[in-house]
C-alpha cells in the first residue's frame, strides 16, 4: 500500500519539471512537451493503478482461495477426528452393552438361586423340618456373608468379574472365600487395581485352559484370600486333582511378568498357587 502512494506521487512531481519549463520560456514547443508529458504521466498511472488493483484482487483471489483450501482440510481433519471419536464412543457403548448383559445374566442367575433356596426353605416349612429350616437358613446367611466380603474388596471390576462369574461362565465353578474385613479400597492405584484384576482373569482362565477335558465336566476352583505380613495373597486351590499343573504354573509365571504381583507355589501342592500382591497399610 505504501508503494502504491509513491508512485503516483512521483508521477505529479515529475510534472513539475516541464511546467516550470514552458512557464520561463513561455515557448509553443514547451507547453507541447508540457501536455505530452502530462497525457503520458496519466496513461502511466492509470496504468499503474489497474496493475496495481489487479494484483491486489489476485492476492485477495489467492488468500481466499488459501483460506478455503485451509478451511476445507479443517473440515476434513474434524470429520475424520469426528469419525474417530465417534467410533471409540459406539465401540464404548458396545462394551457398555456387554457389561449390561452380564449384569442382567448375573442378576437372573442369583434371583434363580434365592428362589431355589426359598423354595427349599418353604418345603422344610411345610413339613416341619426344623432342623432343616435352621440348616438351610445358615447356608442363605453364609452366602449372603460371602457375596458382602466379596463387595467390600473395593475393586470394582473385580468385584463385578467374582460376583458375575457363575452367571457368564459354566465350564468352571468358582468359589470364593475371603477373611472378613479385607478390603482394597484406597489401598492401590487405579493401575495396579485394573493389573490385578487382569492377573486374577487370566489366571482363572489358565486353570481352565490347562485342565483339559480330564480334569472334570465342571470342576471346582477355589480362590482364598487373606493377608498378611503386608500383602493380600489370592490363593487359587483345585478342588479335585489338577492334571497339568506344571503347564498352568508356566501359563501363570507369564501373566505375572513386568507386573507387582508375585506368584509362588509348593512342592507339596504344586497345582495350588498364590498370587501375592503388596498393598498399603489400613488407617
Known amino acids: 500500500m505504501k508503494q502504491s ?5 512521483l508521477l505529479l512531481i515529475s510534472i513539475i519539471i516541464p511546467l516550470i519549463i514552458a512557464y520561463w520560456t513561455q515557448s509553443w514547443i514547451a507547453y507541447i512537451v508540457l501536455g ?44 475424520a477426528e469426528h469419525q474417530k471419536q465417534r467410533a471409540v464412543i459406539d465401540q464404548a457403548h458396545t462394551k457398555l452393552d456387554e457389561v449390561y448383559a452380564v449384569a442382567v445374566d448375573a442378576l437372573s442367575h442369583h434371583r434363580h438361586d434365592w428362589m431355589n433356596e426359598l423354595q427349599l ?32 474388596l473395593g475393586i470394582h471390576s473385580l468385584v463385578f468379574y467374582l460376583q458375575s462369574f457363575k452367571a457368564v461362565n459354566r465350564s468352571i465353578q468358582l468359589e470364593v472365600e475371603l477373611n472378613d474385613g479385607i478390603t482394597l479400597a484406597d489401598r492401590l492405584g487405579t493401575e495396579q487395581s485394573e493389573e490385578l484384576t487382569r492377573v486374577i482373569k487370566e489366571t482363572v482362565s ?78
Open 5 to 9: 502512494n509513491q508512485v503516483p506521487t
Open 121 to 152: 426353605l418353604y418345603g422344610y416349612v411345610q413339613l416341619g423340618k426344623r432342623d432343616k429350616q435352621v440348616e438351610c437358613v445358615e447356608r442363605i446367611k453364609e452366602q449372603m456373608l460371602a457375596e458382602s466380603r466379596v463387595s467390600k
Open 206 to 283: 489358565a486353570y481352565e485352559q490347562f485342565g483339559g477335558s480330564s480334569w472334570g465336566e465342571c470342576p471346582t476352583l477355589f480362590l482364598m484370600v487373606s493377608e498378611y505380613e503386608g500383602a493380600v495373597h489370592f490363593i487359587f486351590e483345585p478342588e479335585e486333582e489338577y492334571p497339568n499343573p506344571d503347564g498352568v504354573w508356566e501359563a501363570i509365571d507369564l501373566i505375572v511378568q513386568d507386573t507387582q504381583i508375585t506368584a509362588t507355589r509348593t512342592e507339596e501342592d504344586p497345582a495350588s498357587i498364590s498370587l501375592q500382591v503388596l498393598v498399603d497399610s489400613k488407617n
Open 36 to 79: 505530452i508529458w502530462i497525457v503520458a504521466t496519466y496513461a502511466k498511472g492509470v496504468q499503474y493503478t489497474r496493475r496495481f488493483y489487479e494484483k491486489r484482487e489476485q492476492v485477495q483471489l489467492g488468500e481466499y482461495h488459501n483460506g478455503q483450501s485451509k478451511m476445507a482440510v479443517k473440515k476434513k481433519q474434524y470429520q
